[in-house]
């Protein structure tokens, strides 16, 4: 059994209903929302491992719920929306959602999403390994703290993974889909521009009063290296 714990949050009771009986099937602990307010309050004192999260909500809508309580220490998210428009994909991945399943959905393709980021998560949030040094950049897998010329970064766990990724290969160009497989894995069923949108919102917090990237840069065509 799984024992994962999952909040599902959507406004429609028979939405939560279905999804709750497929997750509570493979094991996992299982809680609901049917509001944003609801969901923040109850991802802030159950603390589960991933939401399954409407982005059309009362109170607070699911980008909302997204900004208040992913991070660090928050839980994965998968977002679901009615919405197949691409500005509301990279949107909400830019938020922090970990994948996106769009409405009318196979509950039995949610379980496969739900075990596959799960297995993500796990694996891109692993410390191991020795301090990784790029020029004034510090990356310690094992108390899982960054720095750049002694300034401590605030990353997500997936920013952390990309930076970890990308130090490890100093000097070397990775591709989107290298960042993917080594840390989404070959399992990954969303938009592969969520590298992307992970990539820049790192570069701003590695150097958010630069111009011209010195460090994390765009290989156009290629992908990305981070160099001294």
Request: charged fraction near 30%; hydrophobic fraction near 40%.
């Amino acid at each position: 059994m799984s024992g994962e714990r999952i909040l599902v949050v959507d406004d429609e009771a028979p939405v939560r209903k279905l999804v709750r009986s497929y997750l509570e099937k493979e094991g996992y602990q299982v809680s609901e929302a049917a509001d944003g307010l609801r969901a923040v309050e109850l991802a802030r004192s159950e603390r589960p491992h991933l939401m399954v999260l409407d982005l059309m909500l009362p109170g607070k809508d699911g980008l909302e719920v997204c900004r208040a309580v992913c991070g660090d220490d928050g839980p994965l998210v998968i977002m679901l929306t009615a919405r197949a428009e691409e500005a509301d994909k990279l949107v909400g991945l830019g938020m922090g959602a970990d994948d996106y399943l769009t409405k009318p959905f196979s509950p039995r393709e949610l379980v496969a999403r739900v075990k596959a980021v799960l297995r993500r998560g796990a694996r891109g949030t692993s410390p191991a390994g020795d301090v990784l040094t790029v020029g004034p950049i510090e990356v310690d897998p094992r108390s899982h703290v960054a720095t750049v010329d002694g300034r401590r970064l605030d990353l997500t766990a997936r920013e952390f993974a990309i930076l970890q990724v990308l130090a490890r290969n100093a000097g070397i160009v990775l591709s989107r889909e290298q960042i993917l497989e080594d840390i989404w894995g070959g399992d990954y069923f969303g938009d592969p521009r969520v590298v992307d949108v992970h990539i820049a919102k790192l570069r701003k917090k590695l150097e958010p009063e630069s111009g011209s990237p010195r460090f994390l840069k765009t290989i156009r065509g290629l992908g990305y290296k981070l160099e001294a």
